[in-house]
């Protein structure tokens, strides 16, 4: 059974840079063909896809956030990583991970999730 846990920090001041890190058990980051995801979801909002690491290691982000988004993984502790630069009280959302390509509604492992929220 896959899980997959967020961690980082629950607050963030704007302008800084919010880093979450997803670790990964009961499966390999690696494994043919799984992407690994992270999502947010805004107060009051629906879920918005950010982007995503391939097992490959290639990555895909949204449109919306490519120039502030960084994806990266750590294969030696099965984690992958989100860096989220130059944060405004917008940004402030619950973040998950998750594995999965196509509809976010379809993804079937998901982490519980983390509430992140930019404040000064």
């Known amino acids: 059974q896959v899980q997959l846990q967020e961690s980082g920090p629950g607050l963030v001041k704007p302008s800084q840079t919010l880093p979450l890190t997803c670790t990964v058990s009961?499966?390999?980051?690696?494994?043919?063909?799984?992407?690994w995801t992270w999502i947010r979801q805004p107060p009051g909002k629906g879920l918005e896809w950010m982007g995503a690491i391939a097992y490959s290691g290639s990555t895909y982000y949204s449109p919306s956030l490519k120039s502030r988004t960084s994806i990266s993984r750590d294969t030696s502790k099965n984690q992958f990583t989100l860096q989220l630069s130059s944060v405004t009280p917008e940004d402030t959302a619950v973040y998950y991970c998750?594995?999965?390509?196509?509809?976010?509604?379809?993804?079937?492992?998901w982490g519980q999730g983390t509430q992140v929220t930019v404040s000064s």
């Open positions: 998750a594995r999965g390509s196509g509809s976010v509604e379809e993804y079937k492992y």
């Open positions: 009961g499966g390999s980051i690696t494994t043919k063909y799984h992407y």
